[in-house]
């Protein structure tokens, strides 16, 4: 490893972590960030940015750029890996970006990945009980009663006591459960590996393993899903999982669209045997707009934004940076949120 080290961010980031990057170690460290030849944001945290196309002077200067890259901020476009001999390491800015890493044979190129994991947890913790809690406690009523400047007593629903089944025990599931134990809920957990060894096993009321689903459902309040689309989990929530959940109990996905049969979706909210459900991924994405979940009125959509906080990046900067130090002197055991080869998330 020479020694001096350059970074190029490869999507949008804004100036202050930019700065702060550069003050890791600037002995040791080139960061370059070319703000014109990279697509313009829509919103902060914007990773992917508005539709940018670069004209000829500009796409020259942009595989220049990334051609001098040991490192990059997030992924580099796939056609333009085999110009990049130097790469050797790529800082991710989400958690589940294995199948990508794997489409690109990144591990056969020698290049280590680092993920956002730990950043997203929270803030998408934070959206299932938004949309929880406006669903047993009334939201939608009380601006109905509001906007008619009506005052009529009325009795709801209460999160204490009643089961939160999470599909999946990983860092989604973890801030899921720490909110759900707060709010003195009973939580249950599915997993590959019910036995793993967990720091925060101590949230869950109990792991049982993912064969079990069918027959946890009925037990459960609300449903939450939290897993990445793999193969395994493709599908996993269908038409039996939804006919057996508890009549009128919520659904949320905060994992991947794939995980889920919308057919089946649609029918369990049409029937109103499901009772609500909040979608922050659907498949395909964007959902269409001819799609009827648009219209459904037990149904709260996000477009892929539960996530996204205006301190995201901070928190991925944060991990990025302590990674770079541990990098730079040659201990790359130390770097926080290695993605091992073959491993999708």
């Not at 009973?186 to 925060?200: G, K, S, T, Y």
């Not at 609300?222 to 996993?236: D, I, K, N, Y």
């Not at 995980?259 to 979608?279: I, K, P």
Request: with cysteine; net charge neutral; proline share 8%.
């Amino acid at each position: 490893m020479s020694s001096r080290q350059t970074v190029v961010i490869a999507t949008p980031l804004e100036a202050e972590h930019v700065a702060a990057l550069r003050e890791v170690a600037p002995d040791r460290l080139e960061v370059l960030h070319e703000p014109d030849l990279l697509p313009p944001t829509r919103y902060v945290a914007d990773h992917k940015g508005a539709p940018f196309t670069r004209d000829a002077a500009q796409e020259a200067a942009w595989r220049a750029l990334l051609a001098r890259a040991d490192i990059l901020w997030d992924f580099p476009p796939a056609e333009l890996l085999d110009a990049m001999p130097r790469l050797r390491w790529i800082q991710a800015t989400s958690t589940g970006v294995g199948p990508l890493a794997a489409r690109l044979r990144l591990a056969e190129r020698g290049i280590t990945v680092t993920t956002a994991r730990g950043v997203h947890a929270g803030p998408l913790a934070e959206w299932v009980f938004m949309a929880l809690l406006q669903h047993v406690r009334g939201l939608d009523h009380l601006r109905r009663e509001q906007a008619a400047r009506r005052w009529v007593r009325y009795c709801g629903e209460d999160l204490a006591g009643r089961t939160l089944l999470l599909l999946g025990a990983g860092d989604l599931a973890r801030g899921c459960a720490r909110i759900g134990k707060a709010m003195d809920m009973r939580v249950v957990a599915l997993a590959r590996h019910p036995e793993r060894e967990r720091a925060h096993a101590a949230l869950f009321d109990r792991v049982a393993p993912v064969s079990d689903l069918l027959a946890l459902l009925p037990e459960a309040d609300a449903a939450v899903v939290t897993v990445p689309h793999t193969p395994e989990t493709e599908g996993l929530f269908g038409a039996a999982a939804f006919a057996a959940m508890r009549p009128g109990a919520a659904f949320v996905n905060i994992g991947r669209g794939a995980v889920v049969d919308h057919d089946a979706l649609r029918d369990a909210l049409r029937s109103g045997h499901l009772g609500f459900a909040a979608l922050d991924v659907t498949e395909p994405e964007p959902l269409p707009p001819e799609d009827p979940l648009w219209g459904m009125p037990n149904l709260l959509i996000s477009p892929h934004s539960a996530s996204t906080v205006s301190r995201e990046n901070a928190r991925i900067a944060a991990i990025f940076r302590g990674n770079l130090l541990s990098w730079l002197d040659g201990r790359p055991d130390a770097m926080r949120n290695i993605l091992p080869p073959g491993q999708l998330y």
